[in-house]
């Protein structure tokens, strides 16, 4: 087949470039521009100039690449500034409420998983909590090739609607993770930096230090509530069940989105009950979206322009 670059018409060229250019510009004054900021518009720019098919592509994902950018600017206005930090109430409820016993001392989960470890769990963790950007997106790029853009336009905007709800929590109630109160108690530093917790032992089996290339360039360790790596697997399981995807596919995901929800416990990096508000985040999600947003005329409009752009 005969290659043919098709590039988009003049106004939407503009918009793209005028977009394009006024992020960088921005981003470099308030946050500062680092190479994965390039990469992704690269990406995003050869993908949207190439042609016409790719065009389409490059616009179905797009709600991903807004979450990434909206994460992100967080750093311009971080959660603790607004509101006190929860340190001490919720590591209290947390062992109140799901508090397990070892040798006579009641500890949280991830105090008792701190102690009774295993490589076979500590390896799988670090798998399954691999899988938690990969998988919504491949989940997303499957609906694409198999033209089921319907069921992608909705998983994508769910994806960036529980997302932003779980934005609004993390504001709302700036939490720290148990890794936190386990390594420096419960006096609030703020310029605490990103900590790998349990997932260090994954990187100590391979000899890689995967994880710790992440979390190490975590700027605001006080968003753990809710944990939306509970909520995006959750998303991507209701529309696998709702798209009639294959069960391989569906049991992959749900595998996979009971595996992060037991290794953000096992691994420290959130209380039980940061992963249940994660869980409730994604519900919320749905039920507004579905039952809400999409019978509201303007924005069922709006959802019908843009999948009639990328069909």
């Known amino acids: 087949m005969k290659f043919k670059l098709s590039l988009p018409p003049l106004q ?17 004054i308030f946050i500062g521009l680092r190479l994965e ?11 949207f100039f190439l042609n016409k098919d790719s065009r389409k592509f490059a616009a179905a994902l797009l709600p991903f690449l807004i979450f990434g950018i909206s994460y992100d600017w967080m750093r311009v206005f971080p959660n603790y500034t607004v509101n006190p930090i929860d340190i001490e109430g919720l590591y209290n409820l947390e062992k109140s409420v799901f508090g397990m016993f070892d ?6 989960p991830s105090e008792y998983f701190a102690v009774h470890q295993h490589p076979v769990a500590d390896f799988f963790s670090g798998i399954f909590y691999l899988g938690w950007t ?41 939490a720290a993770p148990p890794w936190y109160v386990m390594e420096h108690g419960f006096n609030p530093v703020v310029s605490t930096p990103g900590n790998v917790a349990g997932l260090s032992r ?3 089996l ?8 992440i979390y190490g ?22 529309y696998s069940i709702k798209s009639k995807s294959p069960a391989l596919i569906t049991a992959v995901i749900a595998l996979f ?26 519900i919320a999600g749905i039920a507004l979206y579905e039952y809400g947003w999409m019978n509201l005329p303007f924005f069922k409009k709006f959802f019908y322009k843009y999948l009639n752009y990328i069909l």
Not at 37 to 47: A, C, D, T, Y
Not at 257 to 282: E, F, N, P, R, S
């Open 12 to 28: 939407e060229s503009i918009i793209t470039i005028s977009i394009i250019i006024v992020f960088c510009i921005l981003t470099s």
């Open 37 to 47: 900021h390039f990469i992704l518009l690269f990406f995003f720019s050869v993908l």
């Open 103 to 108: 040798n006579g001392n009641k500890l949280i």
């Open 134 to 174: 990969p998988i919504p997106i491949g989940f997303g790029i499957y609906l694409y090739v198999k033209k089921k853009k319907d069921a992608l336009l909705r998983f994508a905007l769910v994806f960036l609607f529980t997302n932003l709800l779980g934005f609004v929590g993390y504001y709302l109630h700036p």
């Open 202 to 204: 994954f990187d100590r």
């Open 206 to 213: 391979i000899d890689i230090p995967v994880f710790a290339s």
């Open 217 to 238: 360039r975590n700027s605001n360790v006080f968003a753990a509530l809710p944990s939306l790596h509970s909520s995006y697997l959750l998303i991507a399981l209701f």
């Open 257 to 282: 989105m009971v595996g992060i929800w037991a290794t953000a416990v096992y691994t420290a990096h959130h209380y039980v009950i940061d992963v249940l508000a994660g869980i409730a985040c994604a």
